[in-house]
């Protein structure tokens, strides 16, 4: 049992749902006074119990601290994080014969706000970085076109640019959720194929008015300039709407893994769209049917049937903290932060449970709340010390609700592989422990195949 | 109505008319540097390949050829007949696609034969992409189709040939976008 100080404050008067949630705007109403608790929370921390470098140290002096007494680190070129957070890492997963096949987990779980810094953005390549050189590289737009027309990166730079700020996530990200036992990695490095960055790019529809379109044109099929050739198929209104030429990445230009130098940015359309190295753009009245839009990104549903074309990231949240393997290490008040983001717009409302989906509140949700952009969700919580199951909900301004994982599972099956979007929870047993759970009736019996994954080829 | 509106007025006009002249009323206008390429020029550039085998190159491959190519080539990803290894299962399927464990192999799920000649001869091998000719990318598809019971053995294939494969799964996909355009 952990030691308890929930009963250090009384906070009966801000529950808003059951076991020990509290009113989201509790931190404004007790103001100062409630100083002292806060900076205990983040110093009893919620720290990750395979990281000994976070427990605490106590022989210094806080009033004349060595970095006080000499001169500071000179000036440097291009900063990089403190070597004291050097833990805070994308986790590549990767095919064993061929690295360059598999992905890299963005750290969700480390990091708050909204937005994902370059270095920690998700990959996901399927064979490989290509080095390319910008002077070297030509986008060849052509197909159903008056004008069959080619442009330098020089060139691209020059035409008017737009920037949006959006997520991007693989149609593949939580596929573990499809699993017949919960995952036990952290919960980044199961849930962080998806990022969220300011992309700066020149619209597609000015580079489709200058080419042309022809009557007949449906589709765009976009490919990239990697060893896979990797292509897609996008419809001609989505190309037109909003889709664009990404040069920039949260101001600088775009990292080799996230594209160099030219990204296709489909904003709430998933990953794969997303094409990286950009080379061509053939204008189709059909699409080519790749092998990444039938062979794969397709969903097996239980009929037998396939899912295609399932451009849309349906509405999703999950809570970064507390989550899997950290440690509570009392009772008291922890504040609950998650994201939540949408491929259909703007997140309406994120609630949060306390008690395993019986009561719910709704969390703070950090302004300004963006059209398919990550969305921060907080939520105070006066942990009794007690076993819980915490979990979120988002809603976005559809009115579509996600899935508890049993609805989603009824509904397709466990071999859609794409677009796993259900709630996810997360169990605090009595010694502060947290780890992935399902429902109770969802805990099927353990047999000797329970994986599903098929692997990131 | 002042002289200083009247004029406003007259420019918004000539902006909007402006405007629709092009094809996206609401598109910013870039310099148009894009530079013209020939047909020529783009065939070497031009290596999607659809459905209904358009994209294709000339050339052809045998069942027997491919089988040499894959034991070289691809087997120590893909596996002795296809069965899977590091990569993906590509035949040999035991189980359906409705069963517990469902298989889904070019035989089982893929719907079109020219997708697997198009993502050989752009991807594949891929420690060395792109290093086969046409001839043996017709020959490595034709040994794919073959082992999983698509084409006889002494099958050729071409352009001609390849988009008449049948292929078993072709009807089982639903089109969700274009389901939800229509509701």
Redesign the interface.
């Known amino acids: 049992m952990a030691k308890d100080r929930s009963n250090d404050l009384s906070f009966t008067e801000y529950q808003v749902a059951d076991n020990g949630l509290l009113d989201r705007r509790l931190f404004l109403k007790r103001g100062l006074q409630f100083g002292a608790i806060s900076t205990l929370a983040s110093s009893t921390a919620l720290a990750s119990t395979t990281k000994s470098k976070t427990e605490a140290v106590t022989d210094f002096n806080p009033i004349s601290p060595e970095w006080m007494k000499k001169m500071g680190a000179p000036f440097s070129t291009y900063g990089v994080p403190s070597k004291h957070e050097d833990s805070v890492l994308r986790f590549p997963t990767q095919n064993e014969s061929v690295p360059g096949n598999g992905v890299s987990w963005t750290p969700l779980h480390l990091m708050e706000g909204t937005i994902t810094p370059n270095g920690l953005h998700y990959e996901r390549h399927h064979n490989g970085v290509p080095q390319i050189d910008p002077k070297k590289h030509t986008l060849l737009i052509h197909g159903l076109v008056k004008n069959d027309l080619t442009f330098s990166i020089d060139d691209l730079l020059r035409y008017p640019m737009e920037s949006k700020i959006c997520f991007i996530e693989c149609g593949g990200n939580s596929n573990a959720g499809w699993n017949k036992q919960p995952s036990r990695s952290e919960a980044g490095y199961f849930n962080g194929m998806a990022s969220c960055a300011e992309w700066t790019g020149v619209p597609l529809s000015v580079l489709l008015d200058e080419v042309g379109l022809r009557k007949k044109a449906k589709w765009i099929i976009a490919e990239g300039a990697d060893a896979f050739a990797m292509q897609m198929s996008i419809p001609i209104e989505k190309a037109i709407d909003d889709a664009f030429l990404a040069l920039y990445q949260n101001g600088e230009r775009i990292r080799p893994e996230n594209g160099y130098p030219l990204r296709l940015i489909v904003p709430g359309w998933e990953g794969v769209l997303n094409v990286k190295w950009l080379r061509r753009l053939k204008i189709s009245n059909r699409p080519v049917m790749a092998r990444n839009e039938t062979s794969k990104y397709t969903e097996l549903q239980p009929s037998g049937k396939s899912r295609m074309f399932t451009f849309v990231i349906e509405a999703k949240s999950l809570i970064t903290s507390p989550s899997a393997n950290m440690l509570l290490k009392e009772a008291g008040l922890y504040q609950i932060t998650g994201l939540a983001w949408t491929g259909r717009g703007k997140i309406k409302q994120v609630d949060v449970s306390a008690d395993n989906g019986k009561t719910w509140a709704q969390a703070e949700l950090q302004e300004p709340v963006l059209d398919r952009s990550f969305t921060r969700f907080r939520l105070p919580w006066n942990w009794n010390g007690k076993p819980a199951t915490i979990k979120s909900r988002a809603i976005d301004e559809t009115g579509y609700v996600q899935p508890e994982r049993s609805e989603l599972v009824a509904e397709r099956g466990r071999h859609g592989f794409f677009h796993y979007n259900a709630i996810t929870n997360w169990h605090i047993d009595s010694d502060g422990f947290v780890s992935h759970v399902y429902d109770k009736d969802e805990n099927e019996t353990t047999d000797s195949n329970n994986s599903i994954d098929s692997g990131w080829d | 109505m002042t002289k200083m509106k009247m004029k406003q007025l007259i420019l918004i006009t000539v902006l909007i008319a402006a405007g629709t002249s ?3 009323a ?14 020529e020029e ?1 065939t070497g ?7 209904d085998g358009e994209g294709l190159p000339k050339g052809e491959g045998s069942v027997e050829e491919g089988e040499k190519i894959y034991q070289q080539q691809c087997i ?2 893909h596996g002795e007949n296809g069965l899977g ?4 299962q590509l035949a040999g399927a035991q189980m ?3 069963s517990e ?2 298989e ?1 192999t ?1 035989g089982t ?4 034969a ?2 697997v000649f ?2 050989i001869r ?2 594949m091998p ?2 060395a ?2 290093s086969l000719n046409d001839n043996e990318v017709y020959s490595v598809t034709a040994y794919l189709l073959y082992l999983n019971n698509l084409i006889a053995k002494n099958d050729v294939m071409n352009s001609e040939s390849l988009p008449k494969v049948k292929m078993p799964n072709e009807s ?7 389901k ?1 355009k229509q509701r």
């Open positions: 092009s094809l996206f609401e598109s910013k206008k870039g310099p148009d540097l894009g530079k013209s390429v020939s047909p783009i550039w031009e290596i999607s390949v659809f459905p120590v990803c290894e590091t990569a993906d359906g696609l409705t464990y469902p889904q070019i799920y893929w719907p079109y020219t997708t198009d993502v752009r991807s891929m420690t992409p792109s089982g996909f639903i089109n969700v976008y274009e939800e």
